[in-house]
Protein backbone atom coordinates (compact mmCIF):
# COMPACT_ATOMS: atom_id res chain seq x y z
CA UNK A 1 0.00 0.00 0.00
CA UNK A 2 1.26 3.54 -1.13
CA UNK A 3 2.49 5.62 2.10
CA UNK A 4 1.31 9.33 1.20
CA UNK A 5 2.72 12.32 2.50
CA UNK A 6 0.73 15.38 3.29
CA UNK A 7 3.36 17.83 4.02
CA UNK A 8 6.85 18.80 3.41
CA UNK A 9 8.80 21.01 5.46
CA UNK A 10 12.10 22.10 3.98
CA UNK A 11 15.59 23.33 5.89
CA UNK A 12 17.30 26.40 5.30
CA UNK A 13 20.22 23.92 4.17
CA UNK A 14 17.87 22.24 1.82
CA UNK A 15 16.34 25.36 0.34
CA UNK A 16 19.62 26.76 -0.19
CA UNK A 17 21.41 23.72 -1.57
CA UNK A 18 18.73 22.82 -4.07
CA UNK A 19 19.01 26.67 -5.13
CA UNK A 20 22.44 26.03 -6.53
CA UNK A 21 21.93 22.92 -8.47
CA UNK A 22 21.45 22.81 -12.38
CA UNK A 23 18.08 23.77 -13.94
CA UNK A 24 17.22 20.38 -15.10
CA UNK A 25 18.17 18.60 -11.76
CA UNK A 26 15.51 21.16 -9.82
CA UNK A 27 12.95 20.21 -12.33
CA UNK A 28 13.98 16.54 -12.03
CA UNK A 29 13.49 17.04 -8.18
CA UNK A 30 9.94 18.63 -8.50
CA UNK A 31 9.13 15.88 -10.66
CA UNK A 32 10.22 13.61 -7.93
CA UNK A 33 8.84 15.24 -4.98
CA UNK A 34 5.45 14.75 -6.61
CA UNK A 35 5.87 11.09 -7.08
CA UNK A 36 7.38 10.86 -3.34
CA UNK A 37 3.82 12.95 -2.48
CA UNK A 38 2.02 10.21 -3.61
CA UNK A 39 3.94 6.98 -2.62
CA UNK A 40 6.88 7.41 -0.25
CA UNK A 41 8.72 3.99 -1.52
CA UNK A 42 7.63 4.02 -5.12
CA UNK A 43 10.35 1.95 -6.91
CA UNK A 44 11.66 4.87 -9.10
CA UNK A 45 12.70 7.41 -5.94
CA UNK A 46 14.67 4.19 -4.58
CA UNK A 47 14.03 5.22 -0.96
CA UNK A 48 15.77 3.82 1.64
CA UNK A 49 16.81 4.01 4.97
CA UNK A 50 20.27 5.57 6.04
CA UNK A 51 23.00 4.00 8.40
CA UNK A 52 25.74 5.35 11.35
CA UNK A 53 24.94 8.23 12.33
CA UNK A 54 22.34 9.31 10.16
CA UNK A 55 20.49 6.46 11.10
CA UNK A 56 17.22 8.43 11.77
CA UNK A 57 17.68 9.96 8.30
CA UNK A 58 15.99 7.91 4.78
CA UNK A 59 16.86 9.35 1.43
CA UNK A 60 15.17 9.00 -1.91
CA UNK A 61 16.82 9.71 -5.43
CA UNK A 62 16.30 12.25 -8.07
CA UNK A 63 18.70 10.08 -10.41
CA UNK A 64 21.86 8.25 -9.72
CA UNK A 65 23.93 11.09 -8.78
CA UNK A 66 21.43 13.55 -7.19
CA UNK A 67 19.75 12.49 -3.61
CA UNK A 68 17.45 13.78 -1.66
CA UNK A 69 18.13 12.89 2.48
CA UNK A 70 14.56 13.84 4.92
CA UNK A 71 13.34 12.93 8.40
CA UNK A 72 10.05 11.66 8.89
CA UNK A 73 8.41 14.24 11.44
CA UNK A 74 4.83 12.51 11.57
CA UNK A 75 3.48 9.40 9.91
CA UNK A 76 2.99 11.95 6.80
CA UNK A 77 4.87 14.71 7.22
CA UNK A 78 8.30 14.56 6.27
CA UNK A 79 11.40 17.50 6.57
CA UNK A 80 13.85 17.90 3.45
CA UNK A 81 17.38 17.87 5.14
CA UNK A 82 19.51 18.42 2.54
CA UNK A 83 20.10 17.35 -1.34
CA UNK A 84 23.34 16.68 -3.26
CA UNK A 85 25.28 14.35 -4.08
CA UNK A 86 26.88 11.56 -1.93
CA UNK A 87 28.38 14.86 -0.42
CA UNK A 88 25.02 15.17 1.67
CA UNK A 89 25.93 11.87 3.99
CA UNK A 90 29.06 13.50 5.24
Known amino acids: MPRKINGIKYSLVFLKHLSRLPRKII ?3 KEHEQIFREDTFDP ?3 THKLHGKDKDSWV ?3 DYTYRIKFIFLAEEEVLFLD ?4 DIYK
Not at 83 to 86: A, E, L, N, R, S
Open 60 to 62: FWI
Open 44 to 46: HLR
Open 27 to 29: KKA
Open 83 to 86: VGTH
